[in-house]
């Protein structure tokens, strides 16, 4: 049986404070994915503003356990999306703008080039404004990582989400080997470029096997991982396994400081996009 929700992962959302920019959101036809993750720090980021959209469709071709994202076959891209998305940050003033996607194993670069484009477009309409990409894995294929490279995203972002181990229960269709080799490529294919990861716990990893994970991280040059607890977002999706203490939280960005990564966001509630802003001034500054 699940553990009840702890105290401390109890947050409420002010509808009234939502409204706003989810209107704005639904006019020019696009979506975030902290609605479709149902991120428990909505309100505090839209109230910002600040919002991660998500493009290519809210339909994944993979099936993570721990996603309410809905899985099937994708609709066609959206041409005018990468415009419609350069619009709508432009109209929430975002200084730091986060792109995201689905998973669209159905298309030959996997999507990459939607992601140039998009940052190409949002550059157009913020030229003073930093963006960060949160990508799938590509495949592991080096040809559609440069792609997105060239477009000159400030943060290159690609989540691990889980240890190694879990891997098979928990992405099946994905593999950690492919995942950290991307990170690794990334950094050595831009190095200027700002990586990052990030995963959650609470999945049924163990203490030694997360510091592992810290230490895969760090061998593979990431300037900024963020951890936070898996929250079960839909009855679909695969069961919290354990609920970690604060206190482990400010334990691991410890020891992932100590270990070497520049910069952490670590706690009970961060998702990967939170405080992306300053972790990507956070790094500039310790550069």
Known sequence: MEERLPDWLKKHKHLAHLRPIKKGLRNASLSTVC????????????????????????????????????????????TEEPANVAQAAAQLKL???????????????KGASHFAQTIKEIRKKLPGATIEVLTPDFSGKEKFLQLVLDAKPDVFNHNVETVPRLYPKIRPEANFTTSINLLEKAKKLSPQTVTKSGFMVGLGEEEDEIVDLLKSLNDANVDVVTIGQYMRPSKTAIPVAHYWQPSCFEHWLDVAK??????????PLVRSSYYAKEALEG????R
């Open 95 to 109: 200084s730091h703008v986060v792109v995201t996607s689905v998973t669209r194993d159905d298309l030959p670069d």
């Open 35 to 78: 609605e479709e993750a149902r991120c428990p720090n909505i309100t505090e980021c839209f109230c910002k503003p600040t919002a991660t959209f998500l493009i290519m469709g809210d339909i994944c071709t993979r099936s993570c356990r721990f996603c309410s994202v809905k899985k099937g076959l994708p609709e066609t891209i959206d």
């Open 258 to 267: 100590t270990i070497g990564i520049r910069y952490v966001v670590s706690g």
């Open 283 to 286: 790094v500039r500054i310790k």
